[in-house]
T-cell receptor, first 115, second 112 residues
Framework: GAVVSQHPSWVICKSGTSVKIECRSL??????MFWYRQFPKQSLMLMAT?????????EQGVEKDKFLINHASLTLSTLTVTSAHPEDSSFYIC???????????FGQGTRLTVV | RKEVEQDPGPFNVPEGATVAFNCTYS??????FFWYRQDCRKEPKLLMS???SGNEDGRFTAQLNRASQYISLLIRDSKLSDSATYLC?????????????FGQGTILTVHP
């Protein structure tokens, strides 16, 4: 299957700082990328959908000004958690699909801890 | 009602047992159905897609009933390595390729 690389795999940051998470498709062009969040003992919840070259579409209840998503190229999408707070501590996972491809490929996830 | 609802679990079974997971979904427009497994602190990994005709992959059998909007997964001859959280996953329907809705997951523990 296709490879999606997510970086960093874990990060600890201070409250009030911003953290950027990268999601790269290594061997295909990702026309659409999805960002999920998973709190302990809960399932993955979709945060937003990003299409290359256009603004992301956020799910209800997700603050677009707090979770900035950029999908400037067909191989890279970034999620920036701005002014992070302890309640933002979670497991963030991206997935990507290519043109005409219905399967989604997942990155390895990023475990964010805000202290 | 949750969009994708799974058995609450957890399931704790001995090696060699047969275990079945059930799932229901609410979006009748969904076209693609999957079972993923997720190990602790890891990303979910596709276990198998689910087709209307039912499909089997080794010890795993998946069934889909579109009329009832019901999906199942059967694991035969459980192994210790099958211990994981099993996620029932459904697509959003329409042209939202790759946009997935996850069930809350069912924890399976296989013990010696």
């Amino acid at each position: 299957g296709a490879v999606v690389s997510q970086h960093p795999s874990w990060v600890i940051c201070k409250s009030g700082t911003s953290v950027k998470i990268e999601c790269r498709s290594l061997d295909f062009q990702a026309t659409t990328m999805f960002w999920y969040r998973q709190f302990p003992k809960q399932s993955l919840m979709l945060m937003a959908t990003s299409n290359e070259g256009s603004k992301a579409t956020y799910e209800q209840g997700v603050e677009k000004d707090k979770f900035l998503i950029n999908h400037a190229s067909l191989t890279l999408s970034t999620l920036t958690v701005t002014s992070a707070h302890p309640e933002d501590s979670s497991f963030y996972i991206c997935s990507a699909t290519g043109r005409g491809n219905t399967e989604a490929f997942f990155g390895q996830g990023t475990r964010l801890t805000v202290v | 009602r949750k969009e994708v609802e799974q058995d609450p679990g957890p399931f704790n079974v001995p090696e060699g047992a047969t275990v079945a997971f059930n799932c229901t979904y609410s979006n009748s427009a969904s076209q693609s159905f999957f079972w993923y497994r997720q190990d602790c602190r890891k990303e979910p990994k596709l276990l198998m897609s689910v087709y209307s005709s039912g499909n089997e992959d080794g010890r795993f059998t998946a069934q889909l009933n579109r009329a009832s909007q019901y999906i199942s997964l059967l694991i035969r001859d459980s192994k210790l390595s099958d211990s994981a959280t099993y996620l029932c996953v459904v697509d959003a329907g329409g042209t939202s390729y790759g946009k997935l809705t996850f069930g809350q997951g069912t924890i399976l523990t296989v013990h010696p």
